[in-house]
């Protein structure tokens, strides 16, 4: 069945708090949604939840193309539907464990900034030859080198410590400590997080 379009929530609407006498839903811009999500009762205990992470951030949510990771009630989950399709164009669940959204995120962008790290070298490589870079990053997009990071080198390779470059370290610090925590080994994590800035050529953060 088809959700009328007077139903379908604006995307205005799905970054702002609502609040009835029987519901809330928080919903937030940027870098976190929906997190915790819950629905509480009239008495404000919560009797469901979840929890929902976006890759795509506040632009991608004005444009309605966030990828949302979401976990936690599967009847919660569904619900939610209607928002989650105003601000995103993919919606993954992981499972009735509310955390299962957030570890989704950590392993895109740990991914993310291995692959970061993986075209910075290649580049570097090709820089000590004369290769021109933008050749050879139209290769890379063409051929098995073949990736986001790639096709968004222009854009990626400006980010710094004051835009995501700065969060991206954040997140690969914490997949580092959840795989310290329950014994997963992440040679190549552990490593991209140390060599982010300089792999990137960027000014590292201030301690």
């Not at 999500?37 to 469901?48: E, Q, R, T, V, Y």
Request: proline residues 4%; hydrophobic residues 40%.
């Amino acid at each position: 069945m088809t959700t009328p379009k007077s139903n379908i929530p604006s995307r205005t609407s799905c970054l702002t708090l609502f609040e009835s006498s029987s519901e809330m839903f928080i919903f937030m811009s940027g870098n976190k949604l929906l997190n915790p999500l819950m629905i509480f009762g009239k008495n404000k205990k919560p009797i469901m939840g979840g929890s929902a992470a976006v890759s795509g951030g506040a632009s991608g949510a004005q444009a309605g193309t966030l990828s949302i990771m979401a976990s936690g009630s599967e009847e919660i989950v569904k619900s939610f539907k209607p928002y989650f399709d105003a601000i995103g164009s993919n919606t993954f669940y992981y499972g009735e464990e509310p955390g299962n959204s957030q570890v989704a995120k950590l392993v895109n962008n740990m991914i993310l900034g291995i692959n970061m790290n993986a075209v910075a070298e290649g580049l570097k490589l090709a820089n000590h030859y004369g290769l021109p870079q933008e050749e050879v990053v139209s290769l890379l997009k063409v051929s098995t080198g073949d990736s986001w990071v790639a096709r968004n080198w222009r854009d990626v390779s400006e980010w710094t410590a004051d835009t995501a470059l700065a969060v991206l370290l954040k997140d690969l610090k914490a997949a580092y400590n959840e795989g310290l925590k329950h014994n997963v080994t992440l040679p190549f994590n552990a490593l991209s997080s140390i060599q982010l800035f300089d792999s990137m050529g960027k000014e590292k953060p201030k301690a």
